[in-house]
């Protein structure tokens, strides 16, 4: 990837990324928008099943960075929350296996909304990687295996994510793989009520996680 990223076509796309999204109002930190558009060629190869080089040759066109600009803009409420940082929330390695379980399962619910809505999982699959690699960058990190702080950005992603997608699941927008609709009011299914019964993942929803005293860098 790494190459990929010295690649004219991908400073190209890059640079178009940055400029409408900026358009929208969408602030950029650092290498994020590098990032965010890496991780999204990293999940089209992966989906499609092809190299990450004909991910952005051939599906990675202007529209589909159009799309991507679109996408984050309308998340704008969501990066100035990253940008006022998220406190962070304290979580044992278990509880973060879990929270990446999680962000899978949606993912994979994503991929079946491709079809029907590319935007809306472009922006789930998006986000998700983004939680995904914060998470497992704080795992990576942590060698004596005691509890992990989970901050800023993968936190804000990780909620938006969950919370996103069991709102999508419970009134019904995604067909739940049970293959039962599920409206408002109705009795969930397992797999939502995995998703969000989890009291843990309840209290990281909210937000009302025990917090650490200090902020630690976000990892990426
Ligand atoms: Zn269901």
């Known amino acids: ?72 803009a309308e998340h704008a409420a ?47 699959l998006t986000d998700a990687a983004d939680a995904i690699v914060g998470i497992s960058a704080q795992i990576r990190a942590n060698d004596g295996g005691g509890p992990l702080s989970i901050g800023g950005r993968t936190l804000v992603y990780s909620r938006t994510v969950l919370t996103g997608a069991i709102e999508q699941l419970t009134t019904g927008v995604w067909e739940c793989p049970c293959g039962e609709q599920h409206l408002p009011g109705s009795d969930c299914c397992n797999l939502v009520l995995t998703l969000i019964a989890d009291p843990r993942r309840r209290r990281w929803l909210a937000g009302r996680a025990r917090r650490t005293a200090r902020r630690p860098a976000v990892g990426r």
């Open 78 to 124: 969501t990066y100035q929350e990253v940008m006022a940082e998220a406190e962070p929330v304290t979580i044992t390695v278990a509880d973060a296996g879990r929270m990446t379980a999680a962000l899978g399962m949606v993912c994979k619910l994503a991929t079946e909304q491709i079809g029907k809505d590319p935007g809306g999982a472009a922006g789930v």
């Open 1 to 72: 990837m790494a190459n990929l990223r010295n690649t004219k076509l991908f400073k190209e796309r890059l640079a178009q990324f940055e400029k409408e999204a900026c358009q929208l109002g969408v602030v950029w930190v650092a290498a994020e928008a590098a990032d965010i558009l890496a991780e999204r060629i990293a999940f089209t190869a992966n989906q499609l099943g092809v190299t990450e080089r004909t991910a952005l040759q051939t599906y990675t066109t202007p529209h589909a960075i159009s799309l991507l600009a679109k996408v984050l």
